[in-house]
């Protein structure tokens, strides 16, 4: 997303960047995948739910009249709580894949690995991020992959893309 603040605080490689970046997204259908995975992803939430619902039901210490009782709402977002809560993990890989593909494309559309360096050094100062945070911690709650990551990624691009020699 190009905000108004980027443009203000930022270099113009640093805002071509950004806007690579969010090209890449384009390119590589992320929002439309989003979409597909939430919807399934809601399809089973919903159905683990309903099926907690059920057991409920049956069980007389809940004291649900049926699936459909309005008391068994708070189990029922407990379920979908807790549900999620174990499927975060998940999420987060597939939200920190989709971010190293906009990157990579980031990179590819601009051919500029020192600014995309420069640029996370700039983000990383002004957020005060944890350049290499446990992997526990990223595992479970980073959607986009640490700065150490990024700027390894870029090192990698420029090893494998040598810029041409100054004329």
Request: proline share 8%; glycine share 6%.
């Amino acid at each position: 997303m190009l905000y108004d603040n980027l443009v203000a605080r930022s270099d113009p490689d640093a805002v071509e960047l950004v806007l690579a970046h969010e090209m890449g997204h384009w390119k590589h259908a992320h929002i439309w995948k989003g979409i597909g995975l939430t919807l399934v992803g809601m399809a089973v939430l919903l159905w683990c739910g309903a099926h907690v619902l059920a057991w409920a039901a049956e069980r007389r210490a809940f004291h649900l009249a049926g699936p459909a009782d309005v008391a068994g709402l708070p189990l029922f977002l407990l379920a979908l709580f807790v549900l999620n809560l174990v499927g975060l993990p998940i999420q987060n890989a597939v939200s920190r894949h989709f971010e190293r593909q906009a990157d990579w494309a980031s990179l590819e559309l601009t051919g500029n690995p020192a600014a995309f360096i420069r640029a996370e050094v700039d983000l990383a100062r002004s957020n005060l991020a944890d350049l290499t945070p446990p992997r526990p911690l990223v595992w479970l709650l980073y959607t986009h992959p640490p700065v150490a990551e990024r700027i390894r990624m870029a090192d990698v691009f420029a090893a494998q893309h040598p810029a041409p020699p100054p004329r």
